[in-house]
């Protein structure tokens, strides 16, 4: 009796267990992992630092939780522009941008010090975000600094931080979009000009009327061109900065070594945990169904004795 009692014990947990990996495989429910990394980070520009993160994977199969960590992909900057470079002007201008990777003892300390360096310059703080986990404290920061101290900034963010993992310098060359502007509204002004003598000298109602509206279009498009000299000045004048913070090199490359035995065994351990924390999950699961599948069990069970022993 106690063998047959172990018998349909064991069906019961045999049919709970294929019920969890046909209801995972099939996508019903994912196993959640209690750390994600996320890919980007949300912003709250110059007044604070937030700790919301944008894009967290809060839920990964067991495929996912037990296949190789693989090293996030890092988007280079854009490729310098070859449109219309404008090359026999002597004077060139650039806009100049740079992006960091770098790991830091103290991530908050370090975003509040580069935050401090780009205001005592006469920049601005774009966006900035903080943010941590079980495993790392991480954090962004864009900023415009002005163009004569771009290099500074770039020597105090990497001065600042315990490690740079990544580095990546980049000059625009700008010459060709802010010599075309300025040829197109030194013509506008030409063309302006001539129309109001002409404007002037005429005499006859409907001629005045074209002119007034042939000069009122040139002064409109004068202003669009005017704008868009601000904006390609403003983008020369000031350099845009990006940074990204981590309070452990393992944030930008999982899978790479640490930098010290501590932080090995502290990866080991975390990827045991992990495991674990799987396994306690599918063996939740296998309990639960293993309650939903004992009342047919019995039920069949129950019918197996009564029609067996009739026979």
Do not use: C
């Not at 003598?197 to 005429?202: D, H, P, R």
């Not at 945990?273 to 129950?302: C, E, H, N, T």
């Amino acid at each position: 009796m106690n063998l047959l009692k172990q018998k349909w014990l064991l069906i019961v947990i045999l049919l709970a267990i294929v019920t969890v990996v046909v209801v995972n495989l099939a996508g019903s429910f994912l196993f959640g992992s209690r750390v994600s990394y996320p890919d980007t980070f949300e912003g709250t520009g110059s007044s604070g630092v937030s700790g919301q993160v944008l894009n967290p994977s809060l839920g990964r199969g067991l495929a996912d939780i037990f296949k190789p960590s693989r090293p996030e992909t890092i988007t280079p900057l854009p490729p310098p522009s070859t449109q219309d470079e404008a090359l026999d002007v002597d004077d060139r201008v650039y806009k100049k941008s740079s992006s960091y990777d770098v790991v830091a003892h103290d991530v908050a300390q370090y975003l509040e010090r580069i935050k401090a360096h780009a205001l005592s310059i006469g920049g601005r703080v774009l966006n900035s975000s903080l943010s941590s986990d079980v495993r790392n404290a991480y954090g962004s920061l864009r900023i415009k600094v002005p163009v004569d101290r771009f290099e500074d900034t770039n020597s105090t963010i990497v001065s600042e931080a315990k490690k740079v993992v990544r580095e990546q310098v980049s000059a625009e060359d700008f010459t060709g979009p802010v010599t075309n502007v300025s040829d197109q509204i030194a013509a506008l002004e030409t063309q302006i000009t001539d129309k109001e003598v002409e404007l002037a000298a005429a005499t006859d109602p409907a001629e005045r009327q074209r002119l007034q509206r042939d000069l009122d279009r040139l002064k409109a498009q004068l202003e669009q061109l005017k704008n868009q000299s601000q904006k390609l000045t403003q983008e020369i004048d000031y350099a845009a900065v990006t940074v990204r913070v981590a309070s452990s090199e393992r944030y930008f490359n999982p899978s790479g070594r640490s930098d010290s035995l501590l932080e090995e065994l502290q990866a080991a351990w975390e990827s045991v945990a992990d495991k674990l924390f799987v396994i306690a999950q599918l063996a939740i699961w296998v309990i639960v169904y293993s309650i939903l599948w004992l009342p047919v069990v019995i039920v069949v069970r129950f019918l197996s004795r009564k029609f067996g022993s009739k026979a």
